[in-house]
Every structure is written in structure tokens, then in C-alpha cells.
């Protein structure tokens, strides 16, 4: 943490230097902090490419037009002239990361939560179908013609992180193929449409136990929201309350057999792909060390959704 930095931020934009600094220590592509004043707190969110926090500046309009409850940013700089990082200040949503009290929520709390994840959902089902396929960050786009030309692009990096890594065996790499294979027709009918995908766990604010709006939108996607309830099936699966979260937000979404199929199918893509990140360093949240305890329950994760299909 660049202490001085920091405290130079706080006297420049707000006026003093903070009484605390916490640093926050979910995710893994920006640092984050907390700025505690007397009578308020502020987010910073920092990094050395503004690429990956200009997202925000670009797409908080759009989270604002659809009504979703998300923090405002209060200063930013992405220039590097005066700090060698570009930065954001932001309002501080109350509350913490889903995945911080999960375990504390009651089953109604759940039920209500994921009612309102799934009206986010639901909001963003309302913009026009997009034109093509990809990633979208602050500054740019990827265009592909299909989901399965995405995939494409998945496989590849999954091939190059293994190759150092071995985490992930040849079962698994088949297994992954055979699901490709299996469901080519449906990739291939989905148009693509926009929607924020990383809500599974975190970035979904809970004060006294409700919905209390989303944070670090730097990223959207083109294609297939249902890719988003995978996800959480891949971070909740096993989980008694996780299983009363995802069949809530299964059951407003009104999927269908085929639906609830291709969700369990994203969650184990996911999980793969969240595999072959062990061992890579993102920031100073994560070690560049593989966890094979970690590797060896999203293994065993992946080998029972595949065999619930």
C-alpha cells in the first residue's frame, strides 16, 4: 500500500487525509480501499492499466438508466501524471460482499435477495439484442460472430495456463469438449445480449440483510445472461443455502429443462476456468501459489454437475 499516496488522494479530493485506510481484499483486478473519515467513508479503487477501471465510467450510466442501485464516482484521474496509477473515488454502498455473510442469512433473506439479483437480470433484458459477441471493458470491445467463437478464445487461454500449471487433467479437458459438442445447437441460437456477469458472490452489497445495490462494474458481456446463474451455481453448489439462493433465481427467471441444463453446463465451464487461474498473480490479493486443496474441490465440483446432467 503506497500510504503517502493515498493520504495525498484523501487532502486533495476530500479535503484531509483519511483517519483509516482499509484495504479491501475481494477481487482480484483492482486495489481497493476504504477512506474513513469522521463522519463518512469513501471507496479508492486503483490501477496501473485504466483499461481494467475505466468500465465503471463508462457503463455506470447505463446501471443508472435501468435503475440499479450502484455507487456514484466522486473523483477520478486517469491520467498518471500526478500519481503513477489511475484511480477512482467513489460513494460507499453500505454493506459487504454476498459471499461475506451468506452464511448468516435466513432462507426468507436469501429468497428475497435473489429476487432482487434476478429483477437486475431482468432489467438488463430490456436493452436491445447486441450485434455480435464479447467482452466489453472501458476502453474495448471483443467482437466475435457466435458464443462458440468465445469459447474458442476460453480454450486457448485455459491451454496456456495449464501448460504451466497442470491443474487441470485430461478428463476434465474432455469433459469440457463433450458439453461444447453436446450443446453446439443452442450456443449457436443464443443472441447475444448485454448483461453484468459477476454477481455470483461478490459485488452484491447485503446491509442488515438486504439487497443493497452492486459495485465494480468495469465489465459487461455480449451473449448469454444465463452464463451469470452458472456462475453462481459454480460458486454455491453444494451449499445448502446456496441450493435456496439459485433455485430462487432459477424459479423467477422461469427457466426451462433445457435452461436449468445449460446453466449447470456454464457452471462447470466456469469452474474450469477458474481452475486454470491457479497459480497466476493478479494483484497483491492473490499469492501466484497453486492451492491444490482449492484445485481438488472444483474438481470434484465439476465431475458432479457433469454427471447431475
Known sequence: ??????????????????????????????EVYE?????ESVILRMNKEKEWLYGTHRFLPLFQQ???????????????TVFPFCFQVQSKLEGQDLLLV???LTSAQLKQIAKEVSQVFDKFNTLPVATDFGLMTGLNEEHHESLLDGFAGHTKTIQERNAASKVINQEILTIR????????????????????????????????GKFNGLVDLDFLIKGDYLEAIGRMIAEWYGDEKGTTYI??????????????E?????????LVLWLSEEGIRFNSNSSGEINWDRVEQKRHKIMELYHSL
Not at 477512506?35 to 463522519?39: D, F, G, I
Not at 447475444?192 to 456477469?197: A, H, N, S, T, V
Not at 445449460?262 to 466456469?270: E, P, S
Open 102 to 104: 451468506f452464511k448468516e
Open 1 to 30: 500500500m503506497d500510504r503517502k499516496a493515498i493520504e495525498q488522494i484523501g487532502t486533495q479530493y476530500l479535503g484531509s487525509a483519511p483517519l483509516e485506510i482499509i484495504r479491501k481484499t475481494i477481487g482480484m483486478c483492482n
Open 177 to 208: 469438449q463433450e458439453l461444447l459438442d453436446k450443446y453446439e445447437a443452442y450456443f449457436l441460437s443464443v443472441q447475444p445480449r448485454i448483461y453484468y456477469d459477476d454477481i455470483c458472490s461478490k459485488n452484491v452489497m447485503i446491509h442488515d
Open 66 to 80: 435501468l435503475e440499479i442501485k450502484t455507487p456514484i464516482i466522486l473523483h477520478e484521474d486517469y491520467s498518471k
Open 262 to 270: 445449460i446453466v449447470v453446463v456454464y457452471a462447470i465451464f466456469n
Open 247 to 260: 433455485q430462487e433465481i432459477i424459479k423467477n427467471q422461469g427457466l426451462d429443462q433445457l435452461q436449468q
Open 35 to 39: 477512506l474513513r473519515y469522521e463522519t
